[in-house]
């Protein structure tokens, strides 16, 4: 019983109730009484996003185990645990998953093995897009050979490259804690490549069009929470371009709820538009790049909230929060592992306590999101000191 029902249900000490009073305070107590609060039902989950999984040879090198075998789970398992206590974790397949019968491949036209997507399955990753400038970089084979992989794999929702215009035309939902979500994946680039004719399916180009025409469809098919994946702007540029704006605002007006942007292979703003939560770049998540600008990525946390009311529904966001990632070559950790600023040493970047705020202010423009503190840095010994 809430406060207020217990009081008008206990009379005052020493008198006897009257049901006529009682009955007027009760009809009072209700019509002031917000009808949210009667009405009002509330779900939520737990979702995290980290950015490009960009498998150049020395990635796939480093993780070979044999003639035909590979072993990534080493590289990122240091997150591993975080990964799996969110509902659902997102991250971009920047290269195609091919496998090793396609040949193995690196830039400029990519093809990796499928242990890739093992490793990333096995930490919890199971929201994917397979949208990007690399889709079509094997060709129709690559495709296929991709599509089949993801296909024989339970508990992963994949968008942004499909076997068959029906599929594409299908509101790709799944549910999570009662909540029904859609997730579509674009890219606004293919490197000049393009699907055999009558195939456009192979990879979803972004159009204003083709995201009204899907955003209407995931909502008619009952979806409360749209997510949509952006492969957009300039690479290496550390705020959002006119292209990446405007899209940007033209989902926000389509009702989008959250924008997850990658292709810069930088960090860029996390900011709100209007009611949707936008991600312009979580920048790489692992590669074999080697500047220390391309070597830092970025994870989101949040948990989004549905409140269901008599009069309509509202998606919102909180503990919205960013890790700092870091993806050297080499490190005392071993080669091409991805550490979380959370846990680093001077012995793994040397002061990465000045590369944390550098990177940080890229990321945070306003209030939309805190970024999580790096680990403390060890205290220096006084001038002419030896340290023990």
Not at 20 to 46: I, K, W
Not at 168 to 191: H, K, Q, S, W
């Amino acid at each position: 019983m809430s406060y207020v029902g217990s009081l008008l249900a206990r009379p005052p000490r020493g008198r006897r109730p009257r049901s006529g009073l009682m009955a007027v305070v009760l009809l009072v107590a209700v019509l002031l009484v917000p009808a949210p609060l009667f009405s009002e039902v509330e779900s939520r989950f737990s979702l995290v996003a980290v950015g490009d999984a960009l498998i150049h040879k020395g990635v796939y090198e480093a993780a070979r185990k044999g003639k035909r075998e590979f072993d990534f789970r080493p590289n990122i398992r240091l997150l591993r645990d975080r990964i799996l206590s969110y509902d659902v974790a997102f991250y971009n397949q920047e290269t195609i998953l091919g496998g090793v019968d396609l040949g193995l491949s690196t830039y400029p036209c990519f093809n990796s093995p499928h242990e890739v997507g093992d490793a990333m399955l096995d930490a919890g990753f199971n929201l994917v897009s397979l949208a990007n400038n690399h889709t079509l970089d094997r060709g129709e084979k690559g495709v296929l050979a991709s599509l089949e992989y993801w296909g024989a794999k339970d508990g992963v929702t994949t968008s942004g490259s499909f076997a068959s215009q029906e599929e594409m035309d299908t509101p790709r939902l799944f549910e999570v804690n009662g909540i029904t979500c859609a997730f579509l994946a674009y890219t606004t680039m293919t490197n000049g490549l393009r699907a055999p004719k009558g195939k456009e399916f192979y990879v979803a180009l972004y159009s204003a069009e083709r995201a009204a025409l899907d955003v209407e469809k995931a909502r008619e098919a009952g979806a409360d929470v749209v997510i949509v994946s952006m492969h957009w702007g300039a690479e290496y540029t550390f705020t959002p371009g006119d292209q990446q704006k405007s899209i940007a605002k033209h989902l926000a007006g389509l009702g989008v709820n959250f924008v997850i942007g990658h292709h810069a292979h930088v960090v860029q703003p996390v900011q709100m538009i209007d009611d949707t939560l936008v991600i312009y770049s979580l920048g790489n998540f692992i590669s074999a790049q080697k500047e220390m600008f391309k070597l830092i990525g970025l994870m989101v946390s949040m948990d989004v909230v549905v409140k269901r009311a008599d009069d309509g529904a509202s998606v919102g966001f909180e503990n919205v929060a960013g890790t700092l990632l870091y993806n050297p070559r080499r490190s005392v950790l071993g080669r091409y592992v991805v550490v979380p600023f959370d846990m680093m040493t001077p012995e793994i970047l040397k002061d990465f306590d000045k590369v944390h705020k550098k990177f940080a202010a890229y990321v945070r423009t306003d209030d939309t999101i805190v970024i999580r503190p790096p680990a403390s840095m060890p205290s220096k010994a006084p001038a002419g000191q030896k340290k023990k």
